[in-house]
């Protein structure tokens, strides 16, 4: 009997928004497979050696040998840069999976009771990934990589008191060292381990607690695993194969003077480009010590609040709604007992349009995260419509605190107004579009329960 309830609470694809968490494991399994292989030909050293490879423009130049060992991988091993352009690829897709992974548990309240150490274990695992992503970037010791440890010793230096101290850690003596690598190194083969922990804990929990699904969904009783293992391992390899990513060749080997023009980082960490650009020069003096805002709020102080906020969501929420939900009914005060019963999500699934605030603060989280990623691009804004950088760079600056009011605002008008309609047809019924003659010889438009035409739109 204990086996039969396992299998039948393991993943069933009853809904298509269900897909995202299985799109992420099997990237995070191509992930290991292909890092595996990876790892063979890979060299985390700095210390300096002459290529002699494939390549003739760089023949003879002095470069590391991460670079020189990631440029042997990818033009000399046989498969080699497939192997790697289907590990970059699959990182990217990674984190965006779990990214909406997290939105649509979001939207639909899935991160509720039971559920809520699932949504912890969503929201760490965007912060590992985003930080396996970059510990990643900086490997081949390229030259856009170089320009990531730029930034990496920007924001270290202005992390207050700590900051001179993890400064030494990460650089050694001086910038960048011969140590940044094999630390970052280590650090990378570090985060898929405590990633795999976190999916093994998150699949028991499942198998604990069951799926969630929506109300006018049917629950299919056969997994569809095998065909999400498929689907996205086939997708990983077609984009590895048919495009190219991170040509280091063409970026050539990391110098502490040079940075590539036009570099930017991947597509999750462009909110963080867009914020260090958007953000006004400020410092602070206390005493002898200048603490630099312009690097310490856009790239700490803004993703901390953020994934604070993400994480701490439903308890706030558990917390309002146990105010607001003190007596019941006849007026009678709730015991701690009932009220968490009662907050405890069951297994149906909100719809977003059935909560109007919740959602219209998820369209003002992404419409921030969006004007953020949009602002890391105001170069090319400024030169494609032929603008000054400096309006571009205000207009940003606006955007940000005032589109997403506007998106919450916006987004719960309209939810209020559908829900008004709803309410309308409920009372009056659906219009069909049938005339009918009365006897009397007036015209009206005929028109059907609502539930029925509910039960048509479900059946489809």
Do not use: C
Not at 194 to 222: M, N, W
Not at 225 to 232: G, I, N, Q
């Amino acid at each position: 009997m204990r086996s039969l309830s396992i299998k039948h609470r393991s993943f069933q694809f009853s809904h298509w928004s269900f897909m995202f968490a299985e799109m992420a494991v099997w990237s995070f399994v191509v992930l290991t497979v292909t890092g595996a292989y990876l790892m063979v030909f890979y060299v985390p050293d700095m210390s300096q050696v002459a290529y002699h490879g494939s390549y003739g423009p760089l023949n003879g130049l002095f470069v590391s040998q991460a670079f020189d060992s990631t440029m042997h991988l990818s033009l000399e091993v046989r498969g080699g840069l497939l192997i790697r352009q289907v590990h970059h690829w699959a990182a990217l897709v990674f984190v965006a999976a779990v990214a909406l992974q997290l939105l649509r548990m979001f939207l639909t309240g899935a991160f509720r009771r039971p559920r809520t150490t699932q949504w912890l274990i969503w929201v760490t695992l965007l912060v590992l990934g985003m930080a396996a992503g970059e510990t990643g970037n900086a490997l081949p010791d390229d030259m856009l990589s170089g320009g990531s440890l730029w930034l990496i010793m920007s924001v270290v230096e202005s992390i207050p008191v700590v900051g001179t101290w993890v400064m030494s850690l990460l650089f050694g003596d001086g910038f960048p060292g011969d140590r940044v690598i094999p630390v970052l190194y280590g650090g990378h083969l570090l985060i898929p381990a405590v990633i795999a922990g976190l999916l093994i804990v998150r699949e028991l929990l499942v198998r604990r607690h069951g799926h969630s699904h929506f109300t006018a969904t049917p629950v299919s009783r056969k997994s569809a695993r095998p065909l999400m293992a498929l689907t996205t391992t086939g997708m990983l390899i077609i984009l590895g194969f048919g495009f190219q990513i991170a040509p280091i060749w063409l970026y050539g080997p990391a110098k502490p003077t040079q940075v590539s023009a036009g570099a930017v980082p991947d597509w999750y960490m462009g909110f963080l480009d867009g914020a260090l650009r958007i953000m006004p020069g400020w410092e602070l003096t206390i005493g002898d010590y200048t603490l630099s805002l312009a690097v310490l709020i856009p790239t700490l102080v803004i993703p901390g609040v953020f994934f604070t906020a993400l994480a701490l969501y439903p308890f706030a929420e558990r917390f309002v709604a146990a105010r607001l939900n003190r007596r019941d009914a006849v007026g009678r005060p709730k015991s701690a007992r009932r009220t968490a019963r009662d907050l405890s999500a069951p297994d149906v699934l909100d719809r977003p349009r059935d909560t109007p605030v919740k959602t219209a603060i998820a369209v003002a989280g992404v419409t921030f995260y969006g004007l953020l990623w949009a602002a890391a691009a105001n170069d090319q804004i400024a030169h494609a419509f032929h603008l000054a950088i400096e309006p571009v760079t205000i207009f940003f600056r606006y955007a940000v605190l005032i589109g997403p009011v506007i998106a919450f605002v916006l987004t719960r008008w309209i939810i209020l107004a559908l829900q008004q309609e709803a309410r309308h047809e409920a009372e009056e019924g659906v219009e069909t579009g049938i005339i009918v003659r009365t006897p009397d010889g007036g015209f009206h438009e005929r028109h059907e329960p609502a539930q029925r035409e509910h039960a048509i739109t479900a059946g489809r």
